[in-house]
Protein backbone atom coordinates (compact mmCIF):
# COMPACT_ATOMS: atom_id res chain seq x y z
CA UNK A 1 0.00 0.00 0.00
CA UNK A 2 1.31 3.64 -0.38
CA UNK A 3 2.46 5.19 2.44
CA UNK A 4 4.01 8.72 3.17
CA UNK A 5 5.93 8.73 6.26
CA UNK A 6 7.72 12.33 7.51
CA UNK A 7 10.16 13.46 9.72
CA UNK A 8 9.20 14.85 13.33
CA UNK A 9 8.71 18.24 14.56
CA UNK A 10 10.67 21.13 14.56
CA UNK A 11 11.08 23.79 16.86
CA UNK A 12 13.40 26.66 15.00
CA UNK A 13 13.93 30.20 15.67
CA UNK A 14 13.65 32.84 14.05
CA UNK A 15 15.70 33.27 10.65
CA UNK A 16 16.74 29.12 10.85
CA UNK A 17 16.05 26.74 8.53
CA UNK A 18 13.98 23.70 8.60
CA UNK A 19 14.16 20.49 6.11
CA UNK A 20 11.08 18.02 5.90
CA UNK A 21 11.50 15.00 4.62
CA UNK A 22 8.97 12.98 3.06
CA UNK A 23 9.62 8.99 2.86
CA UNK A 24 7.40 7.02 0.25
CA UNK A 25 7.10 3.60 -0.18
CA UNK A 26 4.28 1.41 -2.69
CA UNK A 27 4.62 2.76 -5.44
CA UNK A 28 6.83 3.55 -8.48
CA UNK A 29 8.07 7.19 -6.92
CA UNK A 30 9.62 8.70 -10.28
CA UNK A 31 5.61 7.99 -11.77
CA UNK A 32 3.55 10.71 -9.55
CA UNK A 33 4.67 14.46 -8.10
CA UNK A 34 4.61 15.53 -4.79
CA UNK A 35 2.81 18.48 -3.47
CA UNK A 36 3.66 20.43 -0.21
CA UNK A 37 0.60 21.99 1.96
CA UNK A 38 0.70 23.60 4.81
CA UNK A 39 -1.70 24.77 7.45
CA UNK A 40 -1.23 27.40 10.21
CA UNK A 41 -2.92 26.32 13.67
CA UNK A 42 -6.27 27.23 13.16
CA UNK A 43 -6.10 28.24 9.71
CA UNK A 44 -7.20 26.46 6.55
CA UNK A 45 -4.91 24.68 3.83
CA UNK A 46 -2.09 26.31 1.90
CA UNK A 47 -0.56 24.83 -1.75
CA UNK A 48 3.45 25.37 -1.36
CA UNK A 49 4.94 24.00 -4.25
CA UNK A 50 4.94 20.57 -5.78
CA UNK A 51 8.26 18.75 -7.36
CA UNK A 52 8.34 16.30 -10.11
CA UNK A 53 9.63 13.48 -8.88
CA UNK A 54 10.40 12.11 -12.55
CA UNK A 55 12.38 14.86 -13.47
CA UNK A 56 13.11 17.43 -10.37
CA UNK A 57 10.84 19.99 -12.14
CA UNK A 58 9.10 22.12 -9.75
CA UNK A 59 6.49 24.73 -8.83
CA UNK A 60 6.14 27.21 -5.98
CA UNK A 61 3.89 29.70 -4.15
CA UNK A 62 4.94 32.82 -5.36
CA UNK A 63 4.78 34.06 -1.87
CA UNK A 64 7.32 31.44 -1.49
CA UNK A 65 9.83 31.89 -4.30
CA UNK A 66 13.54 32.21 -2.93
CA UNK A 67 12.86 30.76 0.86
CA UNK A 68 11.89 27.53 -0.17
CA UNK A 69 13.79 24.45 -2.35
CA UNK A 70 12.16 21.10 -3.48
CA UNK A 71 13.91 18.21 -3.91
CA UNK A 72 13.91 14.44 -4.25
CA UNK A 73 16.01 11.50 -3.71
CA UNK A 74 15.31 8.74 -6.25
CA UNK A 75 17.75 6.53 -4.43
CA UNK A 76 15.49 6.33 -1.51
CA UNK A 77 11.94 7.43 -2.63
CA UNK A 78 11.99 10.55 -0.50
CA UNK A 79 10.79 13.86 -0.80
CA UNK A 80 12.50 16.73 0.76
CA UNK A 81 11.04 20.00 1.11
CA UNK A 82 13.73 23.28 3.12
CA UNK A 83 12.25 26.51 3.94
CA UNK A 84 14.73 29.27 5.01
CA UNK A 85 14.66 32.50 7.23
CA UNK A 86 11.86 31.01 9.02
CA UNK A 87 9.54 33.44 10.83
CA UNK A 88 6.92 32.96 13.16
CA UNK A 89 4.19 32.75 10.62
CA UNK A 90 5.94 29.99 9.02
CA UNK A 91 4.52 27.93 12.02
CA UNK A 92 2.21 25.30 10.44
CA UNK A 93 1.91 21.67 10.04
CA UNK A 94 3.72 20.59 6.87
CA UNK A 95 1.85 17.78 4.50
CA UNK A 96 3.59 16.51 1.61
CA UNK A 97 0.94 14.22 -0.40
CA UNK A 98 1.34 12.20 -3.89
CA UNK A 99 -0.54 13.36 -6.84
CA UNK A 100 -3.55 11.33 -8.48
CA UNK A 101 -2.63 10.81 -11.56
CA UNK A 102 0.51 11.58 -13.85
CA UNK A 103 -0.62 13.70 -16.35
CA UNK A 104 0.93 16.95 -17.55
CA UNK A 105 -2.09 19.13 -15.85
CA UNK A 106 -2.15 19.74 -11.89
CA UNK A 107 -3.44 16.59 -10.41
CA UNK A 108 -5.19 16.60 -7.09
CA UNK A 109 -3.20 15.05 -4.02
CA UNK A 110 -4.58 11.84 -2.91
CA UNK A 111 -2.37 10.24 -0.67
CA UNK A 112 -0.86 12.09 2.16
CA UNK A 113 1.88 12.18 4.99
CA UNK A 114 1.04 12.42 8.98
CA UNK A 115 1.84 15.72 8.72
CA UNK A 116 5.02 17.82 10.49
CA UNK A 117 4.35 20.32 13.02
CA UNK A 118 7.22 23.34 12.39
CA UNK A 119 7.55 25.38 15.30
CA UNK A 120 9.07 29.26 14.82
CA UNK A 121 9.86 30.81 18.10
CA UNK A 122 12.59 32.66 19.56
CA UNK B 1 -6.38 35.52 1.01
CA UNK B 2 -7.49 32.40 -0.99
CA UNK B 3 -8.68 33.15 -4.59
CA UNK B 4 -11.42 30.66 -3.97
CA UNK B 5 -14.29 31.78 -1.99
CA UNK B 6 -16.40 28.93 0.29
CA UNK B 7 -18.60 30.11 3.08
CA UNK B 8 -17.51 29.47 6.60
CA UNK B 9 -19.99 27.28 8.46
CA UNK B 10 -22.78 24.93 7.10
CA UNK B 11 -25.10 22.64 8.95
CA UNK B 12 -27.50 20.36 8.88
CA UNK B 13 -29.54 17.69 11.13
CA UNK B 14 -28.65 13.97 10.27
CA UNK B 15 -30.64 12.39 6.95
CA UNK B 16 -30.76 16.09 5.47
CA UNK B 17 -29.08 17.55 2.81
CA UNK B 18 -26.19 20.42 2.50
CA UNK B 19 -24.18 22.14 0.34
CA UNK B 20 -21.09 24.00 -0.03
CA UNK B 21 -20.22 26.60 -2.63
CA UNK B 22 -16.94 27.37 -3.88
CA UNK B 23 -16.65 30.40 -5.87
CA UNK B 24 -13.61 31.62 -8.22
CA UNK B 25 -13.17 33.71 -11.04
CA UNK B 26 -12.19 33.46 -14.99
CA UNK B 27 -8.50 32.91 -14.14
CA UNK B 28 -9.30 29.34 -12.46
CA UNK B 29 -12.61 27.20 -12.09
CA UNK B 30 -13.69 29.50 -14.84
CA UNK B 31 -10.93 28.90 -16.91
CA UNK B 32 -12.48 25.16 -17.20
CA UNK B 33 -9.65 23.99 -14.76
CA UNK B 34 -10.93 21.02 -13.17
CA UNK B 35 -12.24 21.37 -9.10
CA UNK B 36 -10.91 18.80 -6.52
CA UNK B 37 -12.12 19.00 -2.79
CA UNK B 38 -11.27 17.39 0.30
CA UNK B 39 -12.35 16.39 3.32
CA UNK B 40 -10.29 17.12 6.72
CA UNK B 41 -10.91 16.08 10.26
CA UNK B 42 -9.33 18.26 12.88
CA UNK B 43 -6.01 16.54 14.08
CA UNK B 44 -5.85 14.50 10.77
CA UNK B 45 -4.31 14.73 6.98
CA UNK B 46 -6.68 16.24 4.51
CA UNK B 47 -8.82 13.45 2.72
CA UNK B 48 -9.51 13.31 -1.17
CA UNK B 49 -13.41 13.40 -1.71
CA UNK B 50 -13.69 14.04 -5.01
CA UNK B 51 -11.38 14.65 -7.95
CA UNK B 52 -12.02 16.33 -11.60
CA UNK B 53 -15.13 18.10 -10.55
CA UNK B 54 -17.27 15.12 -10.05
CA UNK B 55 -15.08 12.14 -9.58
CA UNK B 56 -14.99 9.68 -6.58
CA UNK B 57 -11.90 7.69 -5.50
CA UNK B 58 -13.04 4.47 -4.68
CA UNK B 59 -13.98 3.86 -1.37
CA UNK B 60 -15.88 7.42 -1.19
CA UNK B 61 -19.67 7.07 -0.12
CA UNK B 62 -21.96 7.87 -3.07
CA UNK B 63 -23.22 10.21 -0.24
CA UNK B 64 -20.55 13.16 -1.91
CA UNK B 65 -21.50 14.29 -5.01
CA UNK B 66 -19.30 17.67 -6.99
CA UNK B 67 -20.48 19.95 -9.71
CA UNK B 68 -18.99 22.50 -11.30
CA UNK B 69 -20.74 25.64 -13.61
CA UNK B 70 -19.45 28.84 -15.02
CA UNK B 71 -17.02 29.98 -12.31
CA UNK B 72 -18.02 27.97 -9.21
CA UNK B 73 -18.11 24.48 -7.91
CA UNK B 74 -20.71 22.90 -5.37
CA UNK B 75 -20.05 19.85 -3.21
CA UNK B 76 -23.12 18.12 -1.82
CA UNK B 77 -23.43 16.12 1.13
CA UNK B 78 -26.56 13.91 1.30
CA UNK B 79 -27.94 11.76 4.20
CA UNK B 80 -26.03 13.89 6.55
CA UNK B 81 -24.19 11.51 8.98
CA UNK B 82 -22.31 12.10 12.21
CA UNK B 83 -19.07 11.43 10.52
CA UNK B 84 -19.31 13.85 8.29
CA UNK B 85 -18.80 16.49 10.73
CA UNK B 86 -15.31 17.83 9.11
CA UNK B 87 -13.87 20.83 7.83
CA UNK B 88 -13.95 21.05 3.66
CA UNK B 89 -12.07 22.24 1.21
CA UNK B 90 -12.19 23.17 -2.95
CA UNK B 91 -9.28 23.38 -4.74
CA UNK B 92 -7.89 24.46 -8.04
CA UNK B 93 -5.30 25.69 -10.73
CA UNK B 94 -5.09 29.45 -11.00
CA UNK B 95 -3.40 30.46 -14.01
CA UNK B 96 -3.04 34.11 -13.33
CA UNK B 97 -0.52 32.71 -9.78
CA UNK B 98 0.35 29.54 -12.02
CA UNK B 99 0.01 27.71 -8.96
CA UNK B 100 -2.45 25.44 -6.89
CA UNK B 101 -4.92 27.00 -4.85
CA UNK B 102 -7.36 26.31 -1.83
CA UNK B 103 -11.13 27.44 -1.08
CA UNK B 104 -10.96 29.39 2.45
CA UNK B 105 -12.57 26.09 3.91
CA UNK B 106 -16.13 25.39 5.38
CA UNK B 107 -17.17 23.70 8.75
CA UNK B 108 -19.56 21.26 8.44
CA UNK B 109 -21.69 20.61 11.72
CA UNK B 110 -24.02 18.09 12.20
CA UNK B 111 -26.75 19.48 14.45
Known amino acids: QVQLVQSGAEVKKPGASVKVSCKAS????????ISWVRQAPGQGLEWMGWISAYNGNTNFAQKLQGRVTMTTDTSTSAAYMELRSLRSDDTAVYYC???????????????WGQGTLVTVSS | QSVLTQPPSVSGAPGQRVIISCTGSSSNIGAGYDVHWYQQVPGTAPKLLIY???NRPSGVPDRFSGSKSGTSASLAITGLQAEDEADYYC???????????FGTGTKVTVL
Open chain 1, 26 to 33: GYTFTSYG
Open chain 1, 97 to 111: ARDLGSTAGFEPQYY
Open chain 2, 52 to 54: GNS
Open chain 2, 91 to 101: QSYDSSLSRGV
